[in-house]
């Protein structure tokens, strides 16, 4: 079965809407969506709304999911977000907000395993290099694990016979062979607010049956979401920097 796997959503309606568009194209059957649904953007009970009817999805929180229900202390986010979540606080329905305090932090099953931010630290950990990728190995509960929470399209492998550890960024259009002499951990990089300097959505599709990955990006109406952040009096860094993908 092929899977859609989203990270990242951040409150950014269209984005989500194009991504969803082109995975019913490529006739995804489920969904794994790697948290972080809102925050930051102008659209967040929609873009609860959309993954709720979502069939087949496995759908786990971020640490900014948390922060607008008050299970995760603020006081460490910078002041853009601290704003963007009050702001997206003050916005969410009763229903939404129970609707995020219902996910759990971690789904896996014999195959794969998925978390926010790291195997080690589920909501808080930015699994940007090699040294946190081998602190995180011994929390792993599957051989496969998708991740979020930098906003990075990113892929880390230990080969099992030699130990060797790798990590590089993933490129639109590669796939990735996830074969069992490896443990593999995958960052599809964030749909409403990417940081690898491309602005495009960006997420990927899981094949369950051939193993395999691929990375996908896509456009969207970007001054749209800008517009509407602008209206909503949401701080100018975050409306800026969706255009720069920073
Ligand atoms: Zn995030």
Redesign the pocket.
């Known amino acids: 079965m092929k899977l859609g796997v989203i990270s990242?959503i951040?409150s950014n309606l269209p984005a989500l809407k194009e991504v969803l568009a082109d995975l019913a194209e490529e006739e995804v059957g489920g969904y794994l969506v790697l948290g972080?649904i809102v925050?930051y953007g102008p659209y967040p009970n929609e873009c609860i709304e959309i993954l709720q009817e979502l069939p087949n999805a496995a759908i786990i929180v971020?640490n900014?999911d948390w922060a607008v229900i008050e299970l995760e202390d603020i006081s460490q986010f910078n002041e853009e977000a601290r704003q963007a979540c009050l702001w997206t606080k003050s916005r969410l329905t009763p229903e939404t907000i129970d609707y995020l305090g219902s996910l759990e932090y971690i789904i896996h099953n014999n195959q794969y395993m998925l978390v926010h931010g790291s195997p080690r630290d589920p909501l808080d950990e930015y699994l940007v290099n090699v040294e946190r990728f081998e602190k995180s190995i011994p929390f792993l509960k599957a051989d496969i694990c998708f991740i979020?929470?930098s906003?990075l399209p990113l892929y880390f492998t230990k080969q099992k016979e030699t130990g060797n550890l790798e990590m590089r960024a993933i490129q639109e259009q590669e796939t990735v062979t996830l074969t069992s002499e490896f443990i593999h951990i995958i960052n599809p990089g964030?749909v409403g607010?990417p940081r690898d300097r491309d602005p495009r959505a960006s997420y990927g599709i899981f094949d369950t049956q051939d193993l395999k990955f691929i990375l996908k990006r896509k456009t969207y109406d970007i001054a749209a979401v800008q517009v509407e952040m602008t209206k909503q009096n949401l701080p100018q860094a975050l409306i800026d920097r969706l255009s720069e993908g920073i």
Do not use: I, M, W, Y
Request: glycine share 28%.
């Open positions: 990242d951040h972080d925050g971020g900014h979020g929470h906003h964030a607010q």
